[in-house]
Nanobody, 124 residues
Framework: QVQLVESGGGLVQAGGSLRLSCAVS????????MGWFRQAAGEDRSFVAG????????EYEDSVKGRFTVSRDNHKDTVYLQMNSLKPDDTAVYYC?????????????????WGQGTMVSVSS
């Protein structure tokens, strides 16, 4: 059974930083693209960032480009999301997800497995 467990969320002031981690077990981690999504209260879940299985290509949602960095360590079966210069609009529950294949998808239905989510709150 595949399990994804996020950690690293919390409360931070605007301009601050957080690093989210997502540990994956139960499936060959290195063979699939990984993604980060977020869901603010009352909104749909939306794509934040993604990384190919080799870690050689990444994609970002426009509002986080230059502030967030996605990376992965296939030896540790873990994917990370470094978030800098946080803004109140970044407040949401953040989810990591494992794709069904090698490419990065931007839609939730392209991902087969999800973590339970970790809350990120940014105060002004």
């Amino acid at each position: 059974q595949v399990q994804l467990v996020e950690s690293g969320g919390g409360l931070v002031q605007a301009g601050g930083s957080l690093r989210l981690s997502c540990a994956v077990s139960g499936r060959t981690f290195g063979s699939y693209a990984m993604g980060w999504f977020r869901q603010a209260a009352g909104e749909d879940r939306s794509f934040v960032a993604g990384i190919t299985w080799k870690g050689d290509y990444t994609e970002y949602e426009d509002s986080v480009k230059g502030r967030f960095t996605v990376s992965r360590d296939n030896h540790k079966d873990t994917v990370y999301l470094q978030m800098n210069s946080l803004k109140p609009d970044d407040t949401a529950v953040y989810y990591c997800a494992q794709s069904g294949g090698l490419r990065i998808g931007i839609w939730p239905h392209e991902y087969n497995y999800w973590g339970q989510g970790t809350m990120v709150s940014v105060s002004s």
